[in-house]
Nanobody, 123 residues
Framework: VQLQACGGGAVQAGGSLRLSCAAS????????VGWFRQAPGKEREFVSS????????YYADSVKGRFIASRDNAVNMVYLQMNTLKVEDTALYYC?????????????????WGQGTQVTVSS
C-alpha cells in the first residue's frame, strides 16, 4: 500500500482545510486509516482514525469537535476535514494505514505511512 497525503497549506486561525489521503496498490476498503501529526521538536501524535467501513472514528481531545474524518472507499480516498483551526494545529500531517477493521490510536498499530503534508496556522 502506498499512501499520499495532500491538502495542507497556510491558513489563518479560525480557517479550514481538508486533507486527503490517496491510496494505491490496494483498495482502501481493506484497511483502517489513522491521521497523525508532528510539530517541530515534538513527537508524532495521534489526531484521528477511522475504521475500515467508516462507521467508527476516534479523535484526540485537542481536535474533537473541530476535525471530522471520513472516507470514500469507492475512490480510494480518506479525508480529514479540519475546521476552526488553531495555531497549535500547525504540524506535518501524516496518514497511515493498517489492515483490519478497527480504527486504532497508537502509532505502532499502523503498518504503512504516507509522506506528510504541512499545515501552518497563523494568528
Amino acid at each position: 500500500v502506498q499512501l499520499q497525503a495532500c491538502g495542507g497549506g497556510a491558513v489563518q486561525a479560525g480557517g479550514s482545510l481538508r486533507l486527503s489521503c490517496a491510496a494505491s496498490g490496494r483498495s482502501t476498503s481493506t484497511f483502517a486509516v489513522g491521521w497523525f501529526r508532528q510539530a517541530p521538536g515534538k513527537e508524532r501524535e495521534f489526531v484521528s482514525s477511522i475504521s475500515r467501513s467508516g462507521r467508527t472514528a476516534y479523535y484526540a481531545d485537542s481536535v474533537k469537535g473541530r476535525f471530522i474524518a471520513s472516507r470514500d472507499n469507492a475512490v480510494n480516498m480518506v479525508y480529514l476535514q479540519m475546521n476552526t483551526l488553531k495555531v497549535e494545529d500547525t504540524a506535518l500531517y501524516y496518514c497511515a494505514a493498517r489492515y483490519g477493521v478497527e480504527a486504532r490510536v497508537r502509532r505502532d498499530d499502523y503498518d504503512y505511512w504516507g509522506q506528510g503534508t504541512q499545515v501552518t496556522v497563523s494568528s
